[in-house]
């Protein structure tokens, strides 16, 4: 038991990222190939004549997802997923995965087929190779950890501290549609609750719940800023929300920045189902996640090269360390950017 004297910090004092802090700050590195540790999308291992980078995620029943709506086929390709988007994020292309699984009785040979089918499919997709992991039984219903195994060359590598002042943001797709698909399936599960003869109306957001359900690593960007001999400066997975992920890139970078509320891309049946909501379009799109894009940013001379592309948005610029993180809004006000993106603390 412990004394009343014992000081104790709740977990929600800190957040998930004073905690990953306060975790880093009791190791030191010791081994020479340890090139960057804990903190960015990837750990960077120096192999030589390359860097190898390692992501980790965990993906839990009742706090990622929710299996009366997710076909678990695509839970196994989402587990898979947003682990080859950290190595995306990285510049790096993906070559191995490994799957750890927790699995409570209610799980059946046929569900974890179907799980396995899912995983196979995205390994196909982005060209990796399971190569191991473990298999324990589970209290708590579904657990799914992926790792993931990227390389790049070492002059091609993105991390989150690149970014200069005077260099262009960008973002590759459109944001905020994973969290209004799930806002709908929410809704759904709801009416289903409380009357089981509804069926679920799901047609008319068939972008919205694929873009929850089912989201893509974007491979094809890393491939075609390569094609278009484009290093970006500085890379980052949208995982927990644009406003998140630019404030990492502003600590990391240690600058300042700006982005356009009007220059931030959302698909249209993302805004008409954010309407619908009562959910400000651009709220979704800053404090959403789960959408899995790609933001980067690039020199000012390689926008000529990629100006044209019709999948990536430039939304803004990074300014000097003096400046803040803000949204310049469709009325031109200045406002601060804050990180409101998904907290599970
Ligand atoms: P991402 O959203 O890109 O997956 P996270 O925010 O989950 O990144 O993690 C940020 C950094 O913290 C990563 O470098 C990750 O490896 C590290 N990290 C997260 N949790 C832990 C942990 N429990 N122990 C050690 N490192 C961790
Ligand atoms: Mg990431």
């Known amino acids: 038991m412990a004394s009343n004297t ?12 004073g905690l990953i802090d306060r975790i880093r700050e009791k190791f030191t590195n010791v081994n020479a190939s340890t090139h960057l540790g804990i903190g960015d999308d990837a750990a960077v291992i ?12 965990m993906l839990l029943e009742g706090v990622h997802f929710d299996l009366s709506y997710t076909p678990i086929q695509h839970l196994g390709y989402k587990a898979v997923a947003v682990n080859i988007s950290d190595i995306a994020a990285m510049n790096a ?4 995965i490994t799957v750890n699984i927790g699995l409570s009785n209610r799980f059946s040979l046929e569900a974890v087929e179907a799980l396995y089918d899912g995983i196979k499919a995205a390994c196909s997709s982005f060209k990796v190779d399971l190569v191991g992991g473990d298999t324990t039984s589970s209290r708590s219903g579904l657990v799914i950890s992926v790792t993931a195994i990227g390389e790049v060359s070492k002059e091609k590598i993105a991390l989150r501290s690149g970014a ?56 094809d960007m890393v491939y075609e800023l390569q094609d278009f001999n484009v290093k970006p400066t500085s890379m980052i997975d949208v995982s927990d ?3 998140s992920e630019l404030l990492h890139i502003a600590k990391h970078s240690q600058v300042g920045l700006s982005i356009y509320e009007d220059k931030v891309p959302i698909a ?35 926008y ?7 999948d990536i948005a430039f939304i803004g610029y ?13 009325a031109s006000n200045m406002i601060p950017l804050k990180a409101q993106g998904w907290k599970q603390f």
């Open 6 to 17: 014992e000081k104790r910090t709740e977990i929600s004092e800190i957040g998930e990222f």
């Open 268 to 302: 249209k049946p993302t805004f008409d189902t954010a309407v619908e909501f009562n959910i400000d379009p651009i709220t979704a799109a800053l404090n959403g996640g789960e959408d899995y894009e790609l933001l980067f940013t690039i020199e000012q001379s390689d």
């Open 93 to 96: 292309i993906p070559q191995q």
């Open 164 to 219: 200069k002042p005077g260099d262009i943001i960008c973002v590759s797709g459109d944001l905020g549609g994973a969290y209004m698909g799930l806002q709908v399936l929410e809704r759904e599960k709801q009416v289903f609750l409380a009357d089981p003869t509804m069926q679920p109306q799901l047609e008319a957001y068939d972008y919205i719940v694929k873009r929850q359900l089912k989201p893509e690593a974007r491979m």
């Open 318 to 330: 990074i300014k000097p360390a003096s400046e803040e993180v803000t949204l310049i809004t469709k």
């Open 241 to 243: 929300g644009l406003s």
């Open 46 to 57: 120096d192999a030589g004549n390359k860097f190898l980078v390692v992501t980790s995620d």
């Open 304 to 310: 000529e090269k990629v100006k044209n592309h019709p």
